[in-house]
């Protein structure tokens, strides 16, 4: 017969074991819901990762597998923006590009808006981030996501990126860094970071099959389809995303940084999802971007 102190570690043990079921249930949910943008009104990119749902959003306003290079049209994919409530997608018969106004409600670093008329050759480009680290650069996949390196080759002939600092670092649990709004102050006390975007979005690209594999470039956005803007992160091991991110990218040279900066840790966020501000700074300086014959 079982005593009072036997019912207790009873009760123990199975309160345990419902908190362990539970937070894993947390951290799969987080994973398989995890959105790297940015963050306007949602616990973003990545929750728990579970709040990165923000992180991989484009714009936080509460809130982004090395792609073969190809020079196939990019087919019109109704599952990556719907004609009727978003941006849409790359016009391959009229060469055109869909970028509208973000109505969520972020800080805009105002550049203007990029020409819808695109050219899906050369097939590949190389952009080049010149930061306080060294060089990252990255083989953007021109031909299966034209309206997104067209916006990127945009706002990097606008001056957009420059003097930004990468605001969130996953760690080892979540292998990425995320980059790309220009009013974030990356040192863990700005609430707002992760919030600042270009004032349009466009549909997400290249979603077929997409996997984010250690030297992926790819574009953050918040839950909805057609969310993406100007924020994107790297990554620097494997994150397990649903295919909901333009893989704009292969990292071609700065994966050691990426390391390093990994390495150094992260200030958690408030989030509580392991994500935070890099301790080790990373600054872009200047981009540029050039095509490949």
């Known amino acids: 017969m079982a005593t009072g102190k036997d019912r207790q570690k009873q009760l123990a043990r199975e309160h345990y074991e419902r908190q362990m079921q539970r937070r894993i249930e947390r951290e799969q949910k987080a994973k398989r819901t995890a959105i790297i943008g940015s963050t306007v009104g949602v616990v973003i990119v990545v929750g728990g990762i579970v709040a990165a749902v923000a992180l991989l959003g484009g714009n936080d306003t509460g809130t982004e597998a090395a792609a073969s290079p190809s020079a196939s049209a990019v087919p019109t994919d109704t599952a990556q923006a719907s004609a009727s409530t978003g ?3 790359y016009d391959a018969k009229t060469g055109t590009c869909d970028y509208v106004k973000d109505a969520s409600g972020g800080t805009v670093k105002d550049v203007g808006m990029p020409p819808a008329k695109v050219k899906t050759e050369p097939a590949t480009k190389t952009m080049t981030f010149k930061t306080n680290l060294g060089d990252i650069v990255v083989e953007l996949d021109n031909a299966k996501a034209p309206c997104t390196t067209n916006s990127l080759e945009f706002l990097a002939k606008k001056n957009y990126y420059d003097g930004s600092k990468c605001h969130r670092l996953g760690g080892d649990q979540f292998p990425m860094l995320q980059c790309g709004d220009p009013t974030a102050k990356a040192d863990g006390k700005n609430e707002t970071d992760g919030q600042g975007g270009p004032g349009y979005v466009m549909a997400e690209e290249n979603l077929q099959g997409a996997q984010y594999k250690r030297g992926v470039m790819a574009m953050a956005k918040t839950q909805a ?12 091991g494997d994150i397990g995303l649903t295919p909901d991110y333009t893989p704009v990218g292969t990292i ?10 990994n390495k150094a840790g992260n200030i958690p966020s408030a989030m509580g999802d392991g994500t935070g501000a890099p301790k080790q700074t ?5 981009v540029t971007i050039a095509g490949k014959s």
């Open 87 to 89: 941006p849409k997608p």
């Open 282 to 286: 990373v600054e872009i300086k200047d």
């Open 252 to 261: 071609t040279k700065g994966l050691d940084i990426l390391d390093k900066v």
């Open 225 to 236: 389809p057609g969310s993406t803007g100007s924020q994107f992160f790297l990554v620097y």
